[in-house]
């Protein structure tokens, strides 16, 4: 199994392009089994969670290309991918392939409204809090669909006449759930008012790809989006916006080694409340015309308090690697998850590199040390893997990362990015 080499001290300089986003490629992937004609998306990262769910979308017929790759100094990082399902040869997903990534249950949207039917297995995912779906079913149940858990499955029918129209109010706030809503609703017979809907901007992405390919949505980024049914959806390109979090992880990075970097291929606006923590941490952030760049010299890193929150608070998804960069700062600082119960493995691990963090309930105290030292660590999930990373590019000495599969999950060649800045990060294969 691989694992990553890091050996702290260096500073990042240069440049490092942003991929499309993990979370907005999912479900636009997912969207095109809404259509029979092909849908087209550019920008869409090499990633282990892509690849699995093109092995997903397979299952019920999909027929997936790849090509158009973007060239960059003899390396492609972004791949263009059509997807056709002309016709839906399974509305079965079965647990062999769902217990692999948790996004590949919101098939159930798409093949509930276009084939009336959709058996998907309950899903796995990543180790952080019991992630139920208690809001799905109960979303598409207002949608009229008949829906029985039976062996480990979700069995959903939809009425004779497809899925109805109808105000659902989301108890709690889930971007999975609007994902699945907004799409189960663009095929059904009448309009849809999701209240309390997610307003991430991959939501907003989805919208916007699923209006090029005819529906009808409007309130995309509020609170409340409005679907009103439409009989068909043709296909589209559509390009997947730039990775938030890929974008907030080098920031960190880099204000955690200090240095100077450009993030190129991103925007500031998809991530506001993440990088005025960084600023307020001690790095100097400005937009440029394709990007962000980001500096630290010399300031010492300061501590700041964040509580993650739905967007446009501050991403569950940045919070371990927040605490990566709060290890080395001058004081104490709080970091309290808000979305995820569970979501503290990193802690443990970060310990073995000299971090001082005490956990009470939802919140972890930080208290800044001088020096971090390397120590072989381990990946538990996607973001907490990286935030490892990121302490180890700060730690004197050697830090190897096992069980690395989590971050090829999530993050597109981040040791050749990381490396092409100056620093000392090395896959090594057993
Ligand atoms: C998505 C992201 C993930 C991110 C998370 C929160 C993708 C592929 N994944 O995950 O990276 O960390 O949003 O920003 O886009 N919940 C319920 N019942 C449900 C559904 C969710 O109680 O039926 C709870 C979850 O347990 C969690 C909270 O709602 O506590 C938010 O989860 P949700 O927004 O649904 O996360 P995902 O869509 O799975």
């Known amino acids: 199994m691989d694992r990553i080499r890091i050996v702290g001290g260096n500073e990042l ?14 479900p636009l992937m997912i969207a095109s089994l809404l259509t029979d004609d092909t849908l087209t998306l550019e920008n869409v990262p090499h990633l282990a969670d892509v690849e699995q769910l093109i092995r997903i979308l397979g299952n019920h017929g999909a027929d997936i290309s790849v090509n158009g790759r973007r060239e960059r100094q003899g390396e492609s990082y972004a791949r263009t991918v059509h997807f056709t399902s002309r016709n839906i040869v399974s509305t079965t997903a079965p647990y062999e392939l769902v217990s692999k990534m948790r996004a590949s249950f919101w098939v159930i949207g798409p093949l509930l409204t276009r084939e009336g039917k959709a058996r998907v297995s309950l899903p796995g995912g990543c180790a952080i809090g019991t992630r139920p779906v208690d809001l799905f079913i109960e979303g598409l149940a207002a949608l009229g669909a008949n829906i029985e858990i039976d062996g480990g499955y979700v069995n959903a ?5 497809g899925l109805i129209g109808a105000r659902y109010v ?9 994902h699945v809503l907004m799409m189960a609703a663009t095929l059904a017979n009448g309009t849809t008012v999701l209240g309390n809907a997610a307003r991430e901007p991959e939501v907003v992405d989805l919208a916007k790809c699923l209006n090029a390919m005819g529906a009808k949505i409007s309130g995309q980024g509020t609170s409340t989006v409005t679907i009103e049914g439409v009989r068909s959806l043709s296909g589209a390109r559509h390009r997947v916006l730039p990775d938030r979090i890929e974008t907030g992880t080098y920031a960190m990075a880099v204000a955690m080694a200090g240095g100077d970097v450009i993030l190129e291929d991103t925007e500031a606006s ?8 960084i600023r307020r941490a001690g790095a100097q952030i400005s937009e440029t015309n394709s990007g962000i760049r980001i500096v630290r010299n010399g300031a010492g890193i300061k501590p700041v308090d964040i509580v993650t929150d739905p967007f446009p608070g ?74 490892l990373v990121i302490a180890g590019l700060a730690a004197e000495g050697e830090t190897m990362v096992s069980r690395v599969y989590h971050l090829d999950r999530g993050f597109e060649r981040l040791e050749e990015k990381l490396t092409r800045c100056g620093a000392h990060v090395e896959r090594v294969s057993d």
């Open 13 to 26: 300089h240069g440049v490092i392009p942003i991929s499309g986003a993990k979370n907005a490629a999912l």
């Open 157 to 161: 029918t939809a009425p004779a006449g």
């Open 270 to 277: 998809l991530l506001d409340t993440a990088l005025e923590a």
């Open 170 to 178: 989301f108890p709690k706030v889930s971007v999975g759930a609007t």
């Open 314 to 387: 501050f991403p569950t998804d940045l919070q371990a690697q927040f605490m990566g960069l709060m290890t080395r700062s001058s004081g104490v600082s709080h970091i309290t998850e808000t979305i995820f119960e569970n979501r503290f493995m990193h802690v443990q691990e970060l310990a073995r590199l000299g971090a001082k963090i005490s956990l009470s309930g939802q919140t972890a105290k930080v208290e800044g040390v001088s020096r971090l030292k390397g120590a072989p660590v381990m990946a538990t999930d996607l973001r907490a893997s990286v935030s």
